[in-house]
């Protein structure tokens, strides 16, 4: 009985060490080699995007205003926590899509952004107002409340042109040693400056996007 | 802004007066219990105070958690329900008939709310029931200047065994007032008022013709009114619908179903001062193969469905978005023909043997939709994706592997345009690898590697976004037990992320970020009232711009580094008290490549320091029987220090928080139940406005079952 208990021992030594083996080998031919990516282009002289270091909240917001204004989604992903972010939409955004903003997290914004980028568009924004007054950082959390954004998005297909002013509470969390946005809260549609007429806010660009 | 200060300090007065009372409340049958507890004990020897008062705080706990919202309030009554079930009383109607009127209110630092409910569930003969739900609710927020008034109402009809069918008749009413004015004064009103009726009768699997069928019809009427910037949107809609389900058993474990549904919808819209009629209707056909043999489950099934939808709608751009700026009032809106079309495969497998576990499924999806008026045309959709995931258990080991692969793209013809824009491709791959060992007594080694790619194609070049990210990933974990109290865990990881653009024109930032975590800790329970938590983290990240090579490029490659040791000490004083201490010291810098010598080795100046230190205390302590009591407060300071101006700047903030929670059943036969989370907070801190510095947060309400 003891030599079976000890042929059964090392059968299943063996069996071990083939997986274990098998694990090394497989991690070894995955590392590095399974995924490539695509050869880019070198940058062309004057088309180049400045980001800010987010080692400060007030950089990651900008970051979005270069962003934005290059269609470059890189840079919107960059500023947003990649773990942990929840956007909140106004009452008016949310009641023209209802249901679109449930648990809507880092995968949705990313989605969003980049249909919004290659939806052939061309964007001029200010993401913040001159009048806000950015509170310095303390600790590993910072909120913005009542900032205003303004984005004005023109569609090169129809030459139309939207603009979406709203102020928001934004709170930023330091992972790391970066800043990125965690919650983008909009509080309500602001009014154009001309005009006086109350426009969106982005929450209704990201449910148009979201409910295509 | 004093205004809101006066009424949060009133809604403070009035939440400390209900938790006072509540504690009041609370105190009284407690005393009861305890009397009559002390009157036992000459007979029956009761619970030791020790184990009496454990309970209580592990009641209280759970309470409480249980307590943060009026869902609980609902909860207990559907748990109730199963208890409250008896045989039904032949030749009378009405069974049963239970009311439950809740009011409360919750306050947090954005917004307090006033709500009171009132439900009534009534049990009837042949096992039909009829449930009715009032809701209302006062909404005022801190940080802006709005309100929000919710009115809702809700009738459900079960006819049980009423009708041959299973029939449910539903009613609900939705009625909301929104008032907010901007930062420019520009106030508005949002209100939505919507009635719906349904009608659904349904019967489930019986046999004819040697199938095996369902059938659902149903219907619902819907009126809404809306305001909003003053302009109205309301519909007056009837919908119509029914499907049917058949299988039949070709094999012993494999059975073939067919589905079929239709739905049609008419009414009236009114749009902007516009009226006109409404119309939909919509059609779906499905089939699916089922196999459940062997070791494994298997099915396969597709669907194909489309619609087609008349309605006025606003006008829109090419990218779908209300564009009605400077068009004239006629133009502004339009009647709209939408038609869809979409086909959905899905094929899943499960294996199981032995040690052996493999999971499949594979999906395809288009979707084809078109608008007659609207400038965005027609725009197709398709996604595919992949799933596999296989595991293995050997011995001490075990592995397992997921891969998935997804291929999705989407298009679009604007309308008049010749040809299509160009499809935009998303193309996803992703490798999981875990390797768990059981290496000796109480230590286990766990090996992950992930490796995924996102890649953004768009065909023909039709925008300049094209881009790859390329994720890799390692993390090995020990764990050992060293004893009951004792145990340790060591994490290391290794994480890489290539951010590529593949156009010249926003290639510049295409960068490859390397980070290095080592984690140690421990955690070692000392004796039964005190536990020490201790775990130190050091994270190192290097970012190599690809291009910073290049004089046009201004990013500079860098490197930053941080530790964060965190040192947690729980104290358990008595069975009522707990006290956590917790104290989190971090240090990080961030530096800029700023050359290399000759040997290739690169050199970085630090620009930034920073040292957080913060320091939290929290006590819990249960005073009786569903109440306790919790204060907590920390404290940061953040020093930091730019290399390059040599200035420090210091900031401190902090944090008190004062309150309780009771929750209580009360009554002889515990029909009022009261529960409150009352906390006082005080905030400061160079980004706390006022609004956040001193505040109430609550979560009370009262609820009577009768």
Redesign the interface.
């Known amino acids: 009985m003891a030599q079976v208990d000890v042929l059964n021992r090392r059968r299943?030594?063996g069996?071990?060490r083939a997986?274990?083996a098998?694990?090394t080998v497989?991690?070894l031919a995955?590392?590095?080699c399974?995924?490539?990516?695509?050869?880019?282009?070198?940058?062309?002289?004057?088309?180049?995007?400045?980001?800010l270091?987010q080692?400060d909240p007030a950089n990651t917001w900008d970051n979005l205003e270069t962003s934005a204004e290059?269609?470059?989604?890189?840079?919107w992903e960059?500023a947003i926590n990649a773990d942990d972010f929840r956007y909140i939409p106004d009452?008016?955004a949310e009641?023209q899509f209802p249901g679109v903003f449930t648990a809507w997290g880092t995968a949705r914004e990313v989605a969003f952004i980049?249909a919004l980028?290659?939806?052939?568009?061309t964007i001029v924004a200010t993401m913040r107002n001159p009048g806000f007054v950015v509170?310095?950082?303390?600790?590993?959390e910072?909120?913005?409340?009542?900032v205003?954004y303004d984005l004005r998005?023109t569609?090169a297909?129809?030459g139309?042109?939207?603009r979406y002013r709203g102020?928001a509470?934004i709170t930023f969390t330091l992972e790391?040693?970066?800043w990125y946005i965690t919650e983008w809260r909009d509080?309500?549609?602001?009014?154009d400056?001309d005009s006086?007429?109350?426009l969106p806010t982005l929450g209704?660009?990201r449910g148009?996007?979201a409910s295509? | 802004m004093t205004g809101a200060r006066q009424a949060a300090n009133r809604l403070g007065a009035a939440c400390a007066v209900a938790l006072l009372l509540g504690v009041c409340l609370a105190a009284a049958p407690a005393s009861r219990a305890r009397a009559q507890a002390g009157g036992g004990s000459e007979g029956q020897p009761g619970p030791p105070p020790g184990a009496a008062l454990r309970a209580a705080r592990e009641k209280a706990v759970a309470a409480s958690a249980a307590a943060d919202s009026l869902a609980a309030a609902s909860a207990d009554s559907q748990a109730a329900a199963p208890e409250a079930a008896t045989p039904e009383i032949p030749g009378r109607f009405l069974q049963s008939l239970t009311s439950s009127p809740v009011a409360g209110v919750r306050a947090n630092v954005r917004q307090t709310t006033f709500y009171s409910d009132w439900t009534t569930d009534a049990k009837l003969a042949a096992k039909a029931t009829a449930n009715q739900a009032l809701n209302w609710s006062w909404e005022e927020y801190r940080k802006q200047n709005k309100t929000v008034e919710n009115r809702k109402g809700s009738l459900d009809y079960n006819f049980g065994d009423q009708l041959p069918l299973v029939t449910v008749i539903n009613g609900n009413w939705n009625w909301s007032e929104d008032r907010t004015t901007n930062t420019a004064g520009f106030s508005n009103l949002l209100k939505v008022d919507n009635k719906t009726v349904n009608l659904n009768a349904t019967q489930h699997k019986f046999n004819a013709l040697g199938l095996v069928n369902s059938v659902r019809v149903g219907g619902n009427f819907t009126e809404q009114a809306s305001l909003n910037q003053d302009l109205r949107n309301d519909f007056n809609e009837g919908t119509a619908g029914a499907n049917a389900q058949s299988g039949w058993q070709a094999l012993p474990g494999v059975t073939v179903t067919g589905r079929l549904a239709g739905t049609t919808t008419g009414g009236t819209r009114l749009l902007g001062g516009l009226s006109s009629p409404s119309s939909a209707s919509g059609d779906s056909l499905g089939l699916g193969v089922y196999v459940d043999r062997g070791p494994g489950t298997a099915f396969f099934e597709v669907t194909r469905s489309n619609f087609e939808k008349k309605y006025l709608e606003f006008r829109r751009n090419a990218n779908g978005m209300i564009d009605t700026v400077g068009v004239p009032e006629d133009e502004k809106v339009v009647s709209e023909l939408e038609t869809r079309d979409a086909v959905a495969m899905k094929l899943d497998y499960k294996v199981a043997y032995g040690g052996f576990k493999s999971e499949f499924t594979g999906t395809h999806l288009t979707d084809d939709v078109g608008l007659a008026t609207g400038l965005a045309g027609l725009k197709q959709r398709a996604a595919d994706e992949a799933n596999l995931k296989v595991g293995l258990k050997a011995g001490r080991d075990s592995l397992s592997v997921a891969w998935k692969y997804g291929l999705k793209w989407d298009d679009q013809r604007i309308k008049a345009a010749t040809a299509s824009r160009g499809r935009q491709y998303l193309q996803e791959r992703d490798l999981v690898l875990i390797w768990k060992r059981h290496l000796f007594t109480a230590t286990r080694l766990e090996l992950q590697y992930h490796e995924g790619l996102t890649q953004d194609i768009a065909e023909g070049g039709f925008n300049a976004n094209d881009k790859d990210r390329l994720t890799r990933d390692f993390t090995s974990r020990l764990e050992r037990g060293w004893a009951d109290r004792f145990r340790t865990s060591m994490v290391f990881s290794w994480r890489q992320t290539q951010d590529l653009s593949i156009r010249g024109a926003s290639s510049s930032n295409n960068n490859a970020k390397d980070s290095y975590e080592l984690a140690p800790g421990f955690t070692w329970k000392i004796s039964p009232l005190l536990d020490l938590d201790q775990s130190y983290r050091l994270y190192i990240q290097y970012t190599d711009y690809l291009y910073s090579h290049l004089a046009a490029v201004t990013r500079k490659d860098d490197y930053n580094k941080r530790g964060d040791l965190v040192t947690k000490v729980t104290c358990r004083p008595s069975g009522r008290l707990t006290v956590t201490i917790r104290y989190d010291w971090n240090r990080r810098f961030n530096a800029t490549k700023s050359s290399e010598d000759a040997a290739g080795r690169s050199l970085y100046q630090r620009d930034l320091e920073q040292d957080i230190s913060r320091i939290d205390l929290d006590l819990s302590y249960a005073a009786g029987p569903g109440i306790t009591l919790e204060a907590g407060t920390y404290r940061t300071r953040d020093e930091k220090t730019a290399r390059g101006s040599r200035s420090t700047t210091r900031t401190d903030s902090g944090e008190m928080i004062v309150g309780g929670r009771v929750d209580r059943k009360l009554g002889r036969q515990q029909r009022v139940q009261v529960s409150a989370m009352v906390k006082k907070v005080n905030a400061f801190g160079p980004s706390i406005t006022a609004s956040s510095s001193d505040y109430w947060e609550a979560d009370a309400w009262l609820k009577w079952t009768f």
């Open positions: 299943g030594r069996a071990t997986l274990a098998g694990v497989v991690v995955a590392g590095g399974l995924l490539q990516p695509r050869e880019a282009e070198p940058p062309q002289t004057g088309d180049i995007v400045r980001y270091e080692i290059a269609t470059h989604a890189p840079g960059g009452s008016a009641a980049n980028y290659n939806a052939d568009v509170p310095p950082s303390s600790g590993d910072s909120v913005w409340e009542n205003i998005v569609s297909i129809d139309s042109s939207v102020s509470i790391g040693n970066f509080q309500q549609g602001e009014s400056p006086g007429q109350l209704v660009l148009n996007f295509k």
